[in-house]
Antibody, heavy 119, light 110 residues
């Protein structure tokens, strides 16, 4: 069974750094893209970027380029989303999700990590 | 503002058939497959339909998808109370080189 297990909720202050994680299991981790999707309170889903653990190819949505860093460690089936300096506007639920190579959306999702940024 | 356009809400009574629309452009729905997700807040979004009209194993045949040109639809027949959720459409967007989503449709079972 394909599973994506995300790290727990975080409460941070503006300006702090943060790295959240997503562990994949039940499939060959290095052969699927892992993406991150943001959902702000009461809003829809926004694709942030994706990484391919097999060769570390990483693509970002223009809206998030330079704002976050997406990475993966294929040896331990982990993907990461990190911020160097959080803003209050980063408060949201963040989902990791898997997709196959090619022009296809996601097929399996994690349950989300709630990030709250408040002074 | 989401790239794909969905109605914000839909409703029906148990047993009814409801349809949720998703409108895009030649850069997304018009040239790529449409996926549909069911999402209950606080849980992982669940894939309902992939490649326009295919159901993953375990998804009841009450759920069906269709696509025509730059639009797509999700139909739910024999509506049940447990179908009450948010529904999102998604498609690959060529110039973005990534997936785009609709704004979501909140389905209420009256």
């Amino acid at each position: 069974e394909v599973q994506l297990v995300q790290s727990g909720a975080e409460v941070k202050k503006p300006g702090e750094s943060l790295k959240i994680s997503c562990e994949g299991s039940g499939y060959t981790f290095s052969t699927y893209w892992i993406g991150w999707v943001r959902q702000k309170p009461g809003k829809g889903l926004e694709w942030m970027g994706s990484t391919y653990p097999g060769d570390f190819d990483t693509r970002y949505s223009p809206s998030f380029e330079g704002q976050v860093t997406i990475s993966a460690e294929k040896s331990i089936n982990m993907a990461y989303l990190q911020w160097s300096s959080l803003k209050a506007s980063d408060t949201a639920m963040y989902y990791c999700a898997r997709r196959e190579s090619g022009n296809y959306p996601f097929d399996h999702w994690g349950e989300g990590t709630l990030v709250t940024v408040s002074s | 503002q989401s790239v794909l356009t969905q109605p914000p809400s839909a409703s029906g009574t148990p047993g009814q058939r409801v349809t949720i629309s998703c409108s895009g452009s030649s850069s997304n729905i018009g040239s790529n497959y449409v996926y549909w997700y069911q999402h209950l807040p606080g849980t992982a979004p669940k894939l309902l339909i992939y490649r326009n009209n295919q159901r993953p194993s375990g998804v009841p045949d009450r759920f069906s998808g269709s696509e025509s040109g730059t639009s797509a639809s999700l139909a739910i027949s024999g509506l049940r109370s447990e179908d009450e959720a948010d529904y999102y459409c998604s498609a690959w967007h060529d110039s973005l080189s990534g997936p785009v989503f609709g704004g979501g449709t909140k389905l209420t079972v009256l």
